[in-house]
């Protein structure tokens, strides 16, 4: 687990774009994302992003999409979970299919997921992001190598 604190947007999105240069390597992975309204869960998706040279702009532009889908190498799938409040819309989604195909699924909201397969929680990478004052947010990573931080 790592405790990270940043200053700005960038850098939120810095740490995102070196979780993203991770998987990419992997060419898979799992990412679920916690924290309230503006906490910087999309800032920190268009870092992860634009590891696999998606464009920021693309990047939670739609505030109506629930599922991204972009046919990058590997694919990378963006879900954002906040206008789904019941259980059975999240499993109408499909978002279990998402998370076993082939490619990096990312998962914004992932408080509103109730029961996560235990294999999956153990697989996924999670960031939870709070906030401090207007510009600086504390984030917890908690999945991923100590390298990644060196
Ligand atoms: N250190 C920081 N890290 C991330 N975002 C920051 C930071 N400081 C200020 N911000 C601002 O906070 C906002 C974060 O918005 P963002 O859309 O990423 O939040 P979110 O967690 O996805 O919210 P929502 O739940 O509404 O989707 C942006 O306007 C960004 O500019
Ligand atoms: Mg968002």
Redesign the pocket.
Do not use: H, M
């Given at each position: 687990m790592k405790k990270i604190?940043?200053?700005?947007?960038?850098?939120?999105?810095g740490w995102g774009f070196k979780i993203g240069e991770s998987l990419k390597i992997k060419e898979a992975g799992i990412v679920f994302?916690y924290?309230?309204?503006?906490?910087?869960?999309?800032?920190?998706?268009?870092g992860i992003a634009s590891a696999l040279n998606i464009p920021k702009r693309d990047v939670?532009s739609a505030?109506f999409v629930i599922v991204a889908e972009y046919e990058t190498s590997p694919p990378f799938h963006h879900i954002?979970l906040?206008r789904l409040e019941r259980d059975d819309d999240i499993e109408a989604l499909g978002i279990w299919e998402y998370i076993d195909s082939d490619g990096i699924t990312v998962v914004?909201?992932a408080e509103r997921l109730s029961e996560v397969p235990e294999e999956i929680l153990k697989e996924a990478i999670k960031v939870r992001?709070s906030h401090?004052n207007?510009?600086?947010?504390e984030?917890i990573i908690e999945g991923v190598p100590d390298s990644l931080f060196a």
């Open positions: 604190i940043t200053a700005s947007p960038e850098g939120t999105e994302l924290g309230d309204l503006g906490a910087g869960k999309t800032v920190f998706i268009k939670g505030s954002d906040y914004e909201w992001i401090c207007e510009n600086s947010r984030i």
